[in-house]
């Protein structure tokens, strides 16, 4: 059975805004999440830790063929790509895309291609245009797209980027993001006791 997965991708603001996000969701939301942040190795212990603390679900740094797992937050590791395969994640040292690994376009897109409909992207904010082209194949393959809106963006650069590169399903405030998640995996919630 496929997991449905939600794809963030961040850079500039990024934590803050992903901190967000996961701190709205319900401790038994169902789907898997892989985040792609732009951050360097030197702090490879700081962007874990900061998303951890207000998160309901477990958070982790990918390791290479690590299964999909529901009700996980994965996120890719610095200085290495980050890839959807038919059930788990692949690491890659292929060179930087946009200057940029983890790329959110490789992401994005390998998750397309791999899961098609089962994928839901989120761009958020960030300096550059990384996570447009990749936002657009998700779409083009059925999942579904959301950007955060650009004008309560940190850094509205993505965002503006994925609007342009494609037509989401919806521009979310910050806030919005969560709760929208939440409404759209409702169908596989566990119902409260």
């Known amino acids: 059975m496929t997991v449905p997965l939600v794809v963030i991708g961040a850079s500039l603001g990024g934590p803050s805004a992903i901190r967000t996000v996961l701190a709205g969701l319900p401790a038994d939301f169902p789907w898997a999440i892989a985040i792609v942040q732009h951050w360097r190795a030197d702090h490879d212990e700081l962007l874990p830790d900061a998303l951890t603390r207000g998160c309901?679900?477990?958070?982790a740094v990918v390791f290479d063929k690590?299964?999909?797992?529901?009700?996980?937050v994965h996120l890719a590791r610095p200085d290495y790509h980050l890839l959807v395969e038919d059930g788990h994640f692949a690491l890659s040292l292929d060179a930087p895309v946009n200057y940029a690994r983890p790329s959110i376009d490789l992401c994005f897109e390998s998750?397309?291609?791999?899961?098609?409909p089962a994928v839901t992207g989120i761009v958020l904010t960030g300096a550059n245009d990384?996570?447009?082209r990749g936002l657009a194949?998700?779409?083009?393959?059925g999942g579904r797209a959301l950007v955060q809106d650009p004008?309560?963006?940190?850094?509205?650069?993505?965002?503006?980027a994925a609007l342009a590169a494609t037509a989401p399903d919806a521009v979310l405030r910050?806030?919005?993001?969560?709760?929208?998640?939440?409404?759209?995996?409702?169908?596989?919630?566990?119902?409260?006791?």
């Open 111 to 116: 998750a397309a291609e791999a899961l098609g």
């Open 137 to 141: 194949r998700i779409k083009a393959l």
């Open 174 to 193: 910050l806030a919005e993001i969560a709760p929208w998640l939440t409404r759209a995996a409702g169908p596989t919630l566990r119902p409260s006791p």
């Open 66 to 72: 690590e299964p999909i797992q529901p009700g996980h």
């Open 56 to 59: 309901p679900l477990p958070v």
């Open 130 to 132: 990384d996570g447009a």
């Open 151 to 160: 004008s309560g963006a940190e850094c509205p650069t993505m965002p503006q």
